[in-house]
């Protein structure tokens, strides 16, 4: 069976500081690639998608970057955080098509 | 582009009341249309979705019925119980993109 996982769970980080969280899916090959955040109370926004190795689509520039160097290895990474990265970071895979999207734990993130 | 909006924000109702949650978007190209369900500090989760081939789609106490014409999806909880009460959000697809967007999420509250 397909798995998910995303580390890790929690992390505070001071501003200015890197950041690289790692996602990683289990079972499957050439998944669709998904990073959400979302802050407290909000709604889901997606960063960035892959739906194959290197190929990265970015919908919120910033200051975050991803990569991805294996098939089902996806990392969100950033240089020097800010305050305003805080939140709840999801990974997600999906077969790819219309089926649906598996999420990983989650990350909180906090910048302090 | 892509773009979905969800509603209402919150949604407050008596047990063993109906809930509907209603979502627009403006890509008619979208074909996907999922709903997840995340309870507090948790991943979110599928709990049913609809291709656009499809009107209506129903899964015991839950039903989502979809207007490609209107470009309206809903999500219809019937018979709600305390264990419904979560953040439900909405959801959508393209197979051009594989973007896969939510739209802000509504907070449901079942009251005993």
Redesign the interface.
């Known amino acids: 069976s397909q798995t998910i996982h995303q580390w890790p769970a929690t992390l505070v980080q001071p501003v200015g500081s890197p950041l690289s969280l790692e996602c990683t899916v289990e079972g499957t090959s050439n998944p669709?690639l998904?990073w959400?955040r979302q802050a407290a109370?909000?709604?889901?926004q997606?960063l960035f998608?892959s739906?194959g190795i290197g190929q990265i689509?970015s919908?919120v520039p910033q200051n975050l970057s991803a990569s991805r160097p294996q098939d089902r290895q996806f990392i969100l990474s950033s240089k020097k955080l800010l305050l305003s990265d805080s939140g709840f970071y999801?990974c997600?895979w999906?077969a790819?098509?219309?089926t649906?999207?598996f999420?990983?734990?989650?990350t909180r993130l906090t910048v302090v | 582009g892509e773009n979905v909006e969800?509603h209402p924000s919150t949604l407050s109702v008596q047990e063993g009341d109906s809930a509907v949650i209603k979502c627009t978007y403006s890509d008619s190209a979208s074909?996907?249309f999922?709903w997840y369900k995340q309870e507090l500090g948790k991943?979110?989760?599928?709990i049913i979705?609809i291709?656009s081939n499809v009107g209506e789609k129903k899964d015991q106490r839950i039903a989502v019925t979809l207007n490609k014409t209107a470009k309206h999806f809903s999500l219809h909880i019937t018979e709600t119980q305390p264990e419904d009460s979560a953040v439900y959000?909405c959801?959508l697809?393209t197979?051009s993109?594989?973007?896969?967007?939510?739209?802000?999420?509504t907070?449901l509250l079942v009251r005993p």
């Open positions: 669709n998904y959400y109370g909000r709604g889901l997606l998608y739906v689509s919908e999801l997600a999906s790819g098509g219309r649906e999207a999420f990983g734990q989650g | 969800q074909n996907y999922p991943r979110p989760q599928l979705d291709r959000f959801a697809l197979d993109s594989y973007k896969l967007i939510f739209g802000s999420g907070r």
